[in-house]
């Protein structure tokens, strides 16, 4: 099955940098990118997704990069704000249609220190 | 917006006893899901339901649990016999019809399990 390996696992830093999540996935039939963001006590939210058709999308401070040859994908946050903090988790998903089996990453904790 | 609601936001529960955790998955929707995070772990597959059954489950998803869509309205998930690695929050969520191709899991807000 997929594997999708993230880090970094902790990731502080300070209003109006970038931060940059690295992600892994095993399985070569994976065609469906999403992420989420977590909030305290409150489940996944999606904040951007890329498709393998597809190497770039950008929406507005977020980014996204898809090297499918390396099977590694990116998000990229820019000019982070206080409430850019949350837990930040990838995904792969071989799906078709409405289906979609996601396997997430573990997880990456991003502070955002005003 | 529409939203997936889940029931209860967190129970707490004696090891041996069932549990029935409930959702509302999006009116439209026809693919729902059960995924759990256990504290400080990443959120993990555990069964996907369509069309009245089970089209996929992980193998975390073993004979003590149980999908159910009892109505037009509600998907289900029962826990026959808890055990203690059993606690963790638990994730509904769905998806749309085929067709549209839009990919997006909707997840609820979690309802958070406690086996003693």
């Not at chain 1, 095993?26 to 951007?48: M, T, V």
């Not at chain 1, 409430?83 to 904790?109: H, L, N, P, R």
């Not at chain 2, 929707?29 to 996907?48: N, P």
């Not at chain 2, 009892?70 to 749309?96: H, Q, V, W």
Request: charged content about 20%.
């Amino acid at each position: 099955g997929e594997n999708v390996e993230q880090h970094p696992s902790t990731l502080s830093v300070q209003e109006g940098d970038s931060a940059v999540i690295k992600c892994t996935y095993s399985d070569s039939a994976s065609n469906y990118f999403p992420w989420y963001k977590q909030e305290l006590g409150k489940g996944p939210q999606l904040i951007i997704d890329i498709r393998s058709n597809v190497g770039e999308k950008k929406d507005q401070r977020i980014a996204v990069t898809l090297n499918k040859t390396a099977k590694h994908f990116s998000l990229h946050i820019t000019e982070t704000q206080p409430e850019d903090s949350a837990v930040y988790f990838c995904a792969a998903s071989e799906g078709s249609g409405g289906y979609q089996k996601v396997t997430f990453g573990i997880g990456t904790k991003l502070q955002v220190i005003p | 917006e529409p939203e997936v609601t889940q029931t209860p936001s967190h129970q707490v529960t004696q090891m041996g006893q069932e549990v029935i955790l409930r959702c509302v998955p999006i009116s439209n929707h026809l693919y729902f899901y059960w995924y759990r995070q256990i504290l400080g772990q990443k959120v993990e597959f555990l069964v996907s339901f369509y069309n009245n059954e089970i089209s996929e489950k992980s193998e975390i998803f073993d004979d003590q649990f149980s999908v159910e869509r009892p109505d037009g309205s509600n998907f289900t998930l029962k826990i026959r016999s808890t055990k203690l690695e059993d606690s963790a929050m638990y994730f509904c969520a769905s998806s749309e019809q085929p067709g549209l191709n839009t990919g997006e899991l909707f997840f609820g807000e979690g309802s958070r399990l406690t086996v003693l």
